[in-house]
């Protein structure tokens, strides 16, 4: 059974930084094209990041996010600079189990998902 465990969410000032985490397992974390979405309220679950055989970021995260993965310990990380309020959402690691060049962008693209975890920005 695959299984994708996010932590690392919180509340932090504007500003600040922090380390989304993504411990996966049941699967080959090495074949997998890894994402991290976000959901805000109201709004439709969004593509943050990508990281297969090249990393994508939306705009609006470019130069503050980066995504990464530790192959060893079947990991996905997001880490985040110079946080904004409108960076206030739920954050979900994905997989989808096939590694290619091509770019997988939207939700359906993706396998498996995580439960979320609340990434919340004060002004």
């Known amino acids: 059974q695959v299984q994708l465990v996010e932590s690392g969410g919180g509340l932090v000032q504007a500003g600040g930084s922090l380390r989304l985490s993504c411990a996966t397992s049941?699967?080959?974390?090495?074949?997998?094209?890894m994402g991290w979405f976000r959901q805000a309220p109201g709004k439709e679950r969004e593509v943050v990041a990508t990281n297969s055989f090249s990393t994508y970021y939306i705009d609006s995260v470019k130069g503050r996010f980066t995504i990464s993965r530790d192959s060893a310990k079947n990991t996905l990380y997001l880490q985040m600079k110079s946080l904004k309020p409108e960076d206030t959402a739920v954050y979900y690691c994905?997989?989808?189990?096939?590694?290619?060049?091509?770019?997988?962008?939207?939700?359906?693209?993706?396998?498996?998902w995580g439960q979320g975890t609340q990434l919340t920005v004060s002004s």
């Open positions: 049941g699967r080959t974390f090495t074949s997998a094209t």
């Open positions: 994905a997989a989808k189990w096939t590694r290619t060049s091509k770019l997988y962008l939207k939700p359906d693209d993706y396998d498996g």
